[in-house]
């Protein structure tokens, strides 16, 4: 008989605490919105006592998404438990995921406390946020490192406590697929009252094991996988999910289990996750990656053309990818415009189709054939951003091997007109010389990550690019353009709106 495995989703959390990536409260928004579409059981929004940005995030995303568990990270303290109640009292099933670290290493360590002050914290955290709700996840942090016996023993104490779920971390991802599986199954056998609750994983990727370890451990009892979209997470990241749902799914023979996800919608949210947070996925990333369903070969080519399987394991249509060569161009209406999006999945409102459909027009004086991955790229350039205050007005250049390179560029200010030049090394130099001496800023540029969204050289130029500010915190920003010049420019004046929203924000605190 099938099983449901519950996934619970940890990008907004797990995954923001990536190296780099930090996201407003609009873009957990929308990566949260996306999740519920994309059918996960648990999304984990942040972690509330961490900072005011934090909260309003969770807090955020707990009044608005519906149709899931909205989850709130706090350590096993009061404070934290308390706080994280506030940011999620909201939502439609609210969850309080507690943990506390059973390794000696950290006991030691990070914690400096005794074994029994961990079973003395672990149970009254646990007893607190039930308190708030009955749905309360209990996590011991490094359990894999941990001495199965105590572990078992803290596990208990939390079941007795009133913990609904409990989650076995492999924190460093240090596991083996076999040793993980057998340590389950071990946790299983030795955990007084383990039947009545949901065992979860939660496995890292530093050996590049945190998927098969994941399975492993379902396959030995565990109902919660804990992952992230494209596997971002701490240090190497976290288990992907879309690779252990289409493993489940291609081998649901073999696991009999089933999840509430709509695998159709996959593809669309890696590509989110992947915009938003500027973590690019590898070409050759499993399922989602660029390269994932193409096929080079000439053998396999002819193969694939005479029978899809013969290559192929999954459908790519299975996963979102749709392969339609319906191309808009400067003819196109509004209304083919907004039937191609719909196709495409987006539903805007009349505001946001106005946006996206300037955009457009401009973009198709410049390229003559518009195609899907470049519908895609306008409209997550153009809709939800954070408040306009600085908008290109224009732009022009001096550039080549016998000249300084310059930038001109034409900006407006909260409506008002300003230009501005500037020299650099090169002409993206010269053009974040010329935006900073316009808007009074200076930030340090983290990374600059150039692509073409299609192939052929009219292809529109997609630029990601990260800065951080006075505090350290790393803002990104993306623009796209057919001439690379402007794409880099509008990318920077994307990340200073960002950058003048989280000012905003914060000052409202
Ligand atoms: O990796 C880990 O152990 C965690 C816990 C907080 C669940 O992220
Ligand atoms: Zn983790």
């Given at each position: 008989?099938?099983?449901?495995?519950?996934?619970?989703?940890?990008?907004?959390?797990?995954?923001?605490?990536?190296?780099?990536?930090?996201?407003?409260?609009?873009?957990?928004?929308?990566?949260?919105?996306?999740?519920?579409?994309?059918?996960?059981?648990?999304?984990?929004?942040?972690?509330?006592?961490?900072?005011?940005?934090?909260?309003?995030?969770?807090?955020?995303?707990?009044?608005?998404?519906?149709?899931?568990?909205?989850?709130?990270?706090?350590?096993?303290?009061?404070?934290?438990?308390?706080?994280?109640?506030?940011?999620?009292?909201?939502?439609?099933?609210?969850?309080?995921?507690?943990?506390?670290?059973?390794?000696?290493?950290?006991?030691?360590?990070?914690?400096?406390?005794?074994?029994?002050?961990?079973?003395?914290?672990?149970?009254?955290?646990?007893?607190?946020?039930?308190?708030?709700?009955?749905?309360?996840?209990?996590?011991?942090?490094d359990?894999?490192?941990?001495?199965?016996?105590?572990?078992?023993?803290?596990?208990?104490?939390?079941?007795?406590?009133g913990?609904t779920?409990?989650?076995?971390?492999?924190?460093?991802?240090?596991?083996?697929?076999?040793?993980?599986?057998?340590?389950?199954?071990?946790?299983?056998?030795?955990?007084?009252?383990?039947?009545?609750?949901?065992?979860?994983v939660?496995?890292?990727?530093?050996?590049?094991?945190?998927?098969?370890?994941?399975?492993?451990?379902?396959?030995?009892?565990?109902?919660?996988?804990?992952?992230?979209?494209?596997?971002i997470?701490?240090?190497?990241?976290?288990?992907?999910?879309?690779?252990?749902?289409?493993?489940?799914?291609?081998?649901?023979?073999?696991?009999?289990?089933?999840?509430?996800?709509?695998?159709?919608?996959?593809?669309?949210?890696?590509?989110?996750?992947?915009?938003?947070?500027?973590?690019?996925?590898?070409?050759?990333?499993?399922?989602?990656?660029?390269?994932?369903?193409?096929?080079?070969?000439?053998?396999?080519?002819?193969?694939?053309?005479?029978?899809?399987?013969?290559?192929?394991?999954?459908?790519?249509?299975?996963?979102?990818?749709?392969?339609?060569?319906?191309?808009?161009?400067?003819?196109?209406?509004r209304?083919?415009?907004?039937?191609?999006?719909a196709?495409?999945?987006?539903?805007?409102?009349?505001?946001?189709?106005?946006?996206?459909?300037?955009?457009?027009?401009?973009l198709?004086?410049?390229?003559?054939?518009?195609?899907?991955?470049?519908?895609?790229?306008?409209?997550?350039?153009?809709?939800?951003?954070?408040?306009?205050?600085?908008e290109?007005?224009?732009?022009?250049?001096?550039?080549?091997?016998?000249?300084?390179?310059?930038?001109?560029?034409?900006?407006?200010?909260?409506?008002?007109?300003?230009?501005?030049a500037?020299?650099?090394?090169?002409?993206?130099?010269?053009?974040?010389?010329?935006?900073?001496?316009?808007?009074?800023?200076?930030?340090?540029?983290?990374?600059?990550?150039?692509?073409?969204?299609?192939?052929?050289?009219d292809?529109?130029?997609?630029?990601?690019?990260?800065?951080?500010?006075?505090?350290?915190?790393?803002?990104?920003?993306?623009?796209?353009?057919?001439?690379?010049?402007?794409?880099?420019?509008?990318?920077?004046?994307?990340?200073?709106?960002?950058?003048?929203?989280?000012?905003?924000?914060?000052?409202?605190?």
């Amino acid at each position: 008989m099938t099983k449901r495995l519950y996934i619970f989703d940890t990008t907004l959390r797990d995954g923001e605490q990536s190296p780099g990536v930090s996201l407003n409260i609009h873009e957990k928004l929308q990566i949260a919105r996306q999740l519920a579409k994309l059918g996960v059981d648990i999304i984990e929004a942040g972690f509330p006592f961490a900072s005011e940005g934090d909260f309003r995030g969770v807090q955020a995303v707990a009044r608005e998404v519906r149709g899931v568990t909205v989850a709130g990270l706090a350590r096993a303290n009061f404070q934290d438990i308390d706080r994280a109640w506030e940011a999620i009292k909201d939502a439609e099933q609210p969850r309080i995921h507690t943990f506390i670290a059973t390794s000696d290493i950290h006991l030691k360590h990070k914690l400096r406390k005794s074994r029994e002050e961990v079973l003395e914290a672990a149970a009254a955290a646990v007893a607190r946020a039930k308190q708030y709700t009955s749905d309360v996840e209990f996590s011991a942090e490094d359990a894999y490192r941990s001495d199965p016996d105590f572990l078992c023993q803290v596990l208990a104490v939390a079941i007795k406590a009133g913990a609904t779920v409990l989650n076995v971390p492999d924190t460093v991802g240090y596991a083996t697929p076999d040793e993980f599986g057998a340590f389950i199954r071990k946790v299983y056998e030795n955990t007084p009252g383990i039947e009545n609750v949901v065992v979860s994983v939660h496995c890292h990727n530093d050996l590049g094991l945190a998927v098969a370890n994941s399975l492993a451990a379902v396959q030995n009892g565990a109902r919660q996988v804990e992952g992230t979209i494209n596997g971002i997470g701490e240090r190497a990241g976290n288990a992907a999910l879309e690779e252990v749902v289409m493993t489940l799914h291609t081998h649901r023979e073999r696991f009999q289990l089933e999840t509430r996800i709509v695998t159709e919608e996959i593809y669309r949210t890696s590509k989110l996750v992947s915009m938003l947070t500027g973590m690019s996925v590898q070409f050759n990333k499993a399922v989602v990656g660029k390269n994932a369903f193409l096929h080079e070969s000439g053998i396999h080519q002819d193969g694939v053309l005479k029978e899809r399987t013969t290559y192929e394991i999954m459908n790519p249509a299975m996963v979102g990818i749709t392969d339609t060569n319906l191309v808009l161009g400067k003819h196109s209406g509004r209304h083919a415009f907004r039937e191609r999006l719909a196709e495409l999945g987006y539903g805007l409102t009349a505001e946001e189709l106005d946006k996206a459909f300037v955009r457009f027009k401009e973009l198709a004086d410049t390229k003559k054939q518009i195609s899907s991955e470049d519908l895609e790229a306008i409209v997550e350039e153009q809709i939800r951003q954070v408040p306009v205050t600085y908008e290109l007005d224009y732009l022009h250049i001096f550039s080549g091997t016998t000249v300084k390179p310059t930038a001109v560029i034409g900006l407006l200010i909260e409506g008002e007109f300003l230009q501005e030049a500037a020299c650099g090394n090169g002409p993206v130099d010269a053009i974040f010389k010329a935006l900073e001496k316009a808007t009074g800023t200076r930030h340090d540029l983290v990374s600059y990550v150039i692509d073409a969204v299609t192939g052929g050289t009219d292809a529109l130029a997609n630029v990601t690019l990260k800065v951080s500010d006075a505090q350290q915190k790393v803002f990104t920003g993306r623009g796209i353009s057919t001439d690379v010049l402007e794409a880099s420019a509008r990318a920077y004046i994307n990340v200073l709106n960002k950058i003048v929203f989280d000012q905003k924000t914060r000052k409202q605190d």
